[in-house]
């Protein structure tokens, strides 16, 4: 049982410290926007942008282990865990973030060898009915995973 707690605390701080990290980026960029103003200051955006950027390659990584907990739980359901075209796409989506149906498709060929645009995007609508995708509607709609709250 303790394992289980260390698990589920160690999402939410995976969750804290992008929280963090998103804070520290938006006041890195407040603090470059202000040091470009000022003519006298350019050198210092300089060592400001780097330091954004430095903060920024690890909110990548904290982003993908939130989907992939997150995937974790979907992926524990019988309905999904019996359906491997289902449990490609959740996998596809963890992995990758956001993708529209030809790239889910590329994905889940890519795991399995084959897939039909068709039976993928029937797929795609059921998980979506079922909660666990969501519709980003745009130019080209792109799916993505559900943020679950810490069970």
Do not use: F, H
Request: proline share 3%; hydrophobic share 35%.
């Amino acid at each position: 049982m303790p394992d289980y707690r260390r698990k589920e605390k160690s999402g939410s701080n995976v969750e804290n410290l992008s929280k963090k990290l998103d804070e520290i980026i938006t006041r890195l960029d407040l603090l470059e926007k202000m040091i470009l103003e000022n003519p006298e200051n350019r050198a210092a955006a300089a060592a400001v942008g780097l330091a954004r950027l430095s903060v920024g390659v690890y909110g990548e990584p904290l982003k993908l282990a939130e989907r992939l907990k997150n995937a974790e739980r979907y992926l524990r359901r019988k309905q999904i865990a019996q359906d491997e075209i289902s449990r490609c796409i959740i996998q596809a989506l963890a992995v990758k973030g956001a993708l529209n149906i030809s790239a889910i498709t590329r994905q889940v060929t890519g795991m399995r060898g084959k897939a039909s645009r068709r039976i993928i995007r029937e797929r795609v609508k059921k998980l979506q009915d079922e909660g666990v995708l969501s519709k980003n509607d745009g130019k080209v709609p792109t799916y993505e995973l559900v943020k679950q709250a810490d069970q």
